[in-house]
Nanobody
Framework: QVQLVESGGGLVQAGGSLRLSCAASGRTVSSYGMGWFRQAPGKERELVAAVNWSGSPTYYADSVKGRFTISRDNAKNTLYLQMNSLKPEDTAVYYC??????????????WGQGTQVTVSS
């Protein structure tokens, strides 16, 4: 079993930055595909960014390209999401997810509890 715990969310003004972290425990996730999802009120959960085991980002949603950067530190069993130039429409609960093998747009075996990101205008 893999446990994922997100941190780093909060309230920030538009144009600001936040860095989310996702600490994995239970087993090493160095060979896992990992991703960040978000879900805003009344909207479906969407994949924001994903990265394979090598650390090379494999996916960014169009809405975050050029503003968000996903990265991982396999030695620390930790996934990150650097969010810059935040917009009010980025407001959502952000979830970390992991799965053995390559990343997927939707199918992940392990999920964190989520961290709230609120961007004020």
């Amino acid at each position: 079993q893999v446990q994922l715990v997100e941190s780093g969310g909060g309230l920030v003004q538009a144009g600001g930055s936040l860095r989310l972290s996702c600490a994995a425990s239970g087993r090493t996730v160095s060979s896992y595909g990992m991703g960040w999802f978000r879900q805003a009120p009344g909207k479906e959960r969407e994949l924001v960014a994903a990265v394979n085991w090598s650390g090379s980002p494999t996916y960014y949603a169009d809405s975050v390209k050029g503003r968000f950067t996903i990265s991982r530190d396999n030695a620390k069993n930790t996934l990150y999401l650097q969010m810059n130039s935040l917009k009010p429409e980025d407001t959502a609960v952000y979830y970390c997810a992991a799965r053995p093998g390559i990343v997927s747009m939707t199918q992940y075996d392990y999920w964190g509890q989520g961290t709230q990101v609120t961007v004020s205008s």
